[in-house]
């Protein structure tokens, strides 16, 4: 099939890049509650930032928003206040992707790999992701993240390891591919300046790449998402129609696909513009202030 035919086909039989706003808005509230397989999730308030303290109610009152729309959920960091979330999950009936936030301190990276041990060996982790994009960002060695991921793997035996990375870099590193149990994808169209209308053929092709590289294993995509504000990048153009589209369409393929996928992200977070830029701040599904933005 051309591109050009693909991106005139919606999974739901009709273009959703030709619906307008309150069509686009009334269908996404039809697929949201029809379910999704998983959800990034952050705990942090307005004004609020890594580092800052996290208190056990603003978990909850988060996880209770989402509740009603997702099975699955997956964190990031195992320090900090965050080692509470798999817990409070738990309670809830959730299942648990449980990440550590690998950088270049290494107190940090020993804090972290020991919380999600803790968590694991207490049956709070369902599957536990050892570091995020620690190599796109250069943060560490390729033999040092091995070792990381085979001493989590020796010490939880029982539950699925594996490392979360843009798609490609399990094509480019494949002792990384090798050790890991599940491959972790994150496929973002729109930071690779993708336009909106074929961005759903372009996330199929970034998942059969890192498909093609895991040799058998699973592939879960662990993030994608599209931004409702923000300035363009090349081809790929921030709105709130745009967003709609996207999320459509990727929880339809996930759907129909049977696609585990993590869609990033649950709420807006204002901090992420230092790193990101201006668009950082809205990739949730629900806003800074926790309301459904469609």
């Known amino acids: 099939m051309s591109y050009r035919k693909e991106k005139q086909k919606s999974l739901?039989?009709?273009?959703?890049?030709?619906?307008?706003?309150?069509?686009?808005?009334?269908?996404?509230?039809?697929?949201?509650?029809?379910?999704?397989?998983?959800?990034?999730?952050?705990?942090?308030?307005?004004?609020?930032?890594?580092?800052?303290p996290i208190s056990e109610a603003q978990i909850r009152k988060k996880i209770e928003i989402i509740l009603p729309y997702t099975k699955w959920i997956r964190t990031?960091?195992?320090?900090?206040?965050?080692?509470?979330?798999?817990?409070?999950a738990k309670e809830y009936g959730l299942k648990t992707l449980v990440g550590v936030w690998l950088g270049d301190d290494n107190q940090v990276n020993e804090n972290e790999i020991k919380g999600l041990i803790a968590l694991s060996k207490a049956g709070f982790v369902d599957v536990a992701a050892?570091?995020?994009?620690?190599?796109?960002?250069?943060?560490?060695?390729?033999?040092?993240?091995?070792?990381?991921?085979?001493?989590?793997?020796?010490?939880?035996?029982?539950?699925?390891?594996?490392?979360?990375?843009?798609?490609?870099?399990?094509?480019?590193?494949?002792?990384?591919?090798e050790v890991c149990d599940v491959?972790?994808?994150?496929?973002?169209?729109?930071w690779e300046g993708c336009s909106l209308?074929?961005?759903?053929?372009?996330?199929?092709?970034m998942y059969q790449q890192a498909l093609n590289a895991a040799n058998g294993k699973k592939v879960i995509i662990t993030e994608t998402g599209w931004p409702s504000k923000g300035t363009s990048l090349e081809g790929a153009h921030p709105s709130y129609d745009n967003?709609?589209?996207?999320?459509?369409?990727?929880?339809?393929?996930?759907?129909?696909?049977?696609?585990e996928m993590f869609y990033f992200s649950s709420f807006d977070e204002s901090w992420k513009v230092d790193a990101e830029g201006d668009v950082g701040a809205y990739w949730g599904l629900w806003d800074k202030d926790e309301n459904l933005k469609f």
């Open 76 to 88: 990031f960091s195992c320090t900090e206040g965050n080692e509470q979330i798999p817990k409070i």
């Open 130 to 177: 050892v570091g995020n994009e620690v190599m796109y960002r250069g943060d560490l060695e390729e033999a040092e993240l091995i070792s990381f991921i085979n001493h989590v793997k020796k010490e939880i035996p029982n539950i699925p390891v594996g490392y979360v990375d843009a798609y490609y870099e399990f094509s480019d590193r494949p002792k990384i591919t």
């Open 183 to 190: 491959i972790l994808a994150n496929c973002y169209p729109y």
């Open 12 to 52: 739901l039989g009709i273009n959703v890049n030709q619906l307008e706003k309150k069509e686009l808005q009334k269908l996404s509230q039809s697929v949201l509650n029809a379910g999704m397989h998983g959800l990034c999730f952050s705990p942090y308030e307005e004004g609020q930032e890594p580092g800052d």
């Open 243 to 259: 967003a709609l589209r996207y999320f459509i369409n990727a929880q339809k393929w996930s759907k129909e696909d049977a696609i």
């Open 197 to 205: 209308e074929y961005s759903l053929v372009y996330m199929k092709q």
